[in-house]
Nanobody
Framework: QVQLVESGGGLVQPGESLRLSCAASGFTFSNYAMNWYRQAPGKERVLVAQITSPGGSTNYAESVKGRFTISRDNAKNTVLLQMNSLKPEDTAVYYC????????????????WGQGTQVTVSW
C-alpha cells in the first residue's frame, strides 16, 4: 500500500523556519521524482519545489527561491523541505507528491499524494 506521510507543519512567526518531512512507503522511492505542493485557502494547489531521481536535480517556484530547500534521502525513503525566512503568504497546506517511475512513459506515470500538513505564518 502506497503511503506518503507529511509531518513538521505548525504555527510560526514571520522570519522563522520550519522543516517539513515526507515519509514514503509502498513503492520504489528512488525511482520517483518527489515534489512539494501547497494550497492556500481559496486558491489552487501549486508546485513549490521538486527533486528528481536519479540525479537529484531541483527546481523551485520563484516565490520560494533562496528561502526553501528540498532534499531527499533515498536510503530512508524521505523527502524534506527546509523553509527559512517564512512569510505570511507561505501559509498553506503543504502536500508531498511522488511521480514515477522515471523510466515510464508520461501516460503511465504513477502519481501519489500525501494528506497534507498545515503551515501557518502569523504574528
Amino acid at each position: 500500500q502506497v503511503q506518503l506521510v507529511e509531518s513538521g507543519g505548525g504555527l510560526v512567526q514571520p522570519g522563522e523556519s520550519l522543516r517539513l518531512s515526507c515519509a514514503a512507503s509502498g513503492f520504489t522511492f528512488s525511482n520517483y521524482a518527489m515534489n512539494w505542493y501547497r494550497q492556500a485557502p481559496g486558491k489552487e494547489r501549486v508546485l513549490v519545489a521538486q527533486i528528481t531521481s536519479p540525479g537529484g536535480s531541483t527546481n523551485y517556484a520563484e516565490s520560494v527561491k533562496g528561502r526553501f530547500t528540498i532534499s531527499r534521502d533515498n536510503a530512508k525513503n524521505t523527502v524534506l523541505l527546509q523553509m527559512n525566512s517564512l512569510k505570511p503568504e507561505d501559509t498553506a497546506v503543504y502536500y508531498c507528491n511522488a511521480v514515477g517511475p522515471y523510466y515510464a512513459r508520461e501516460t503511465t506515470l504513477n502519481r501519489y499524494w500525501g494528506q497534507g500538513t498545515q503551515v501557518t505564518v502569523s504574528w
